[in-house]
Antibody, heavy 117, light 106 residues
Framework: EVQLVESGGGLVQPGGSLRLSCAIP????????TSWVRQAPGKGPEWVAV???????RYADSAKGRFTISRDNSKNTLGLQMNSLRPEDSAVYYC???????????WGQGTLVTVSS | IQMTQSPSTLSASVGDRVTITCRAS??????LAWYQQKPGQAPKLLIY???SFESGVPSRFSGSGSGTEFTLTISGLQPDDSATYYC?????????FGGGTTVEIK
């Protein structure tokens, strides 16, 4: 089973920053679309950002100006720099990938981000 | 694009035929996916492009629809199908998910 592996979650105060990382298995490293999707407790998934293999990026309105998605193709890693964090950003953050289109075939196990004082 | 699922919860018996509806606030053509999520796990892609099966998905799952109204059908509900199901549109940004339908086994 192909699985991505996230890291970097934790407890941070409102206004703080956190950087998430995701290791992408070699088998799917060429996936055209890699995204971050988050899920608050008891809620449905919410797409956060995507980066294409070309480098093009798109963000949800909730992430624009605060979050930055990046990809290091030499290390097969996906990153999410999160600044100016708010309590409503608290969620499990998943990295997800697909080679075909903007659905999500491959997922990680998720990393929990808690924004609280 | 807002995605609205109904019902939010349903309870059915093993062997029943179950239908979940997903409505889009505007035309998304065929760009719709369905996911299954069990507690403590990441969502699992079941169907994409309305009716195309992801590999390994049991044939009792099927998808249909077009434009703004879509359905996920489970023909012959099994105990392992107890989960929450989400639709997702990928016709345009921002990518959006439905609110989910929790399927319980009686």
């Amino acid at each position: 089973e192909v699985q991505l592996v996230e890291s970097g979650g934790g407890l941070v105060q409102p206004g703080g920053s956190l950087r998430l990382s995701c290791a992408i298995p070699e088998l799917i490293a060429s996936s055209k679309f890699t995204s971050w999707v988050r899920q608050a407790p008891g809620k449905g998934p919410e797409w956060v950002a995507v980066i294409y293999s070309s480098g093009e990026v798109r963000y949800a309105d909730s992430a624009k100006g605060r979050f930055t998605i990046s990809r290091d193709n030499s290390k097969n890693t996906l990153g999410l720099q999160m600044n100016s964090l708010r309590p409503e950003d608290s969620a499990v953050y998943y990295c997800a990938a697909d080679a075909r289109n903007l659905m999500f075939k491959y997922w990680g196990q998720g990393t929990l981000v808690t924004v609280s004082s | 694009i807002q995605m609205t699922q109904s019902p939010s919860t349903l309870s059915a018996s093993v062997g029943d035929r179950v239908t979940i509806t997903c409505r889009a606030s505007q035309n998304i053509d065929k760009w719709l996916a369905w996911y299954q999520q069990k507690p403590g796990q990441a969502p699992k892609l079941l169907i994409y492009m309305v009716s195309s099966f992801e590999s390994g998905v049991p044939s009792r799952f099927s998808g249909s629809g077009s434009g703004t109204e879509f359905t996920l059908t489970i023909s012959g509900l099994q105990p392992d199908d107890s989960a929450t199901y989400y639709c997702q549109q990928y016709e345009s940004y921002p990518l959006t998910f439905g609110g989910g339908t929790t399927v319980e086994i009686k």
